[in-house]
């Protein structure tokens, strides 16, 4: 990858954070910066946001709004307290349950006024109302964990990152990193009633 005309690697294996950098240039009002941040993390943001919201097109949108939010609030981008593309797609899986929260609202709101649509196609409805009931308890779920077990399980599942990239990614150790995520997702059963 080429930064300002040098040649740097883009395997996430060394100890410079390239997103970051171009964060930090996306703050100055670099075009060119957010260009290239775009086209290398559009792709993951997206399938975080669609693995959250299954909707595509509202998935498009809140891709759209995060990376509008990346432009506007790039100068409150810390480097030296986490990775680029970690406060990337913390702030993509935010909105998204976000987005999430917010139709549910809507849902109990019209329900409580006794809005009721009675014209449903078909029962495709009501699966689509499953999926997000089930993905609002889990968001309630993740929120409810410490900041760095969030933080990895967050990575591994909507992210898509191995346990290895999450470590090169966070620059922390392996063994802490599976740690995290064995006593994460061992919270999570406990909190969402899951047996092992």
Not at 110 to 115: A, E, L, N, S, W
Request: net charge negative.
């Amino acid at each position: 990858m080429v930064i300002d005309g040098i040649d740097v690697p883009d395997d996430g294996s060394g100890s410079v954070d390239h997103v970051g950098e171009l964060i930090q240039r996306v703050a100055g009002g670099d075009q060119n910066a957010f260009a290239r941040l775009y086209d290398m993390l559009s792709p993951r943001v997206f399938g975080l946001i669609l693995r959250v919201l299954v909707d595509r097109a509202q998935s498009e949108e809140v891709l759209q709004e995060v990376f509008l939010e990346v432009w506007q609030s790039a100068a409150r981008f810390v480097p030296n307290r986490g990775q680029g593309r970690s406060w990337v797609l913390t702030m993509a899986h935010r909105r998204a349950v976000d987005r999430v929260r917010a139709a549910q609202s809507r849902a109990d709101r019209d329900v409580r006024v006794g809005f009721r649509d009675l014209e449903v196609p078909h029962d495709g409805v009501a699966e689509q109302v499953e999926l997000r009931i089930e993905g609002k308890r889990v968001a309630q779920a993740l929120a409810e964990l410490p900041e760095a077990q969030r933080e990895a399980i967050t990575l591994a599942y909507y992210g898509g990152y191995s346990q290895s990239e999450i470590a090169a990614l966070l620059g922390s150790p392996l063994g802490t990193v599976k740690t995290r995520m064995r006593d994460g997702l061992s919270r999570l059963r406990s909190s969402m009633g899951v047996t092992p």
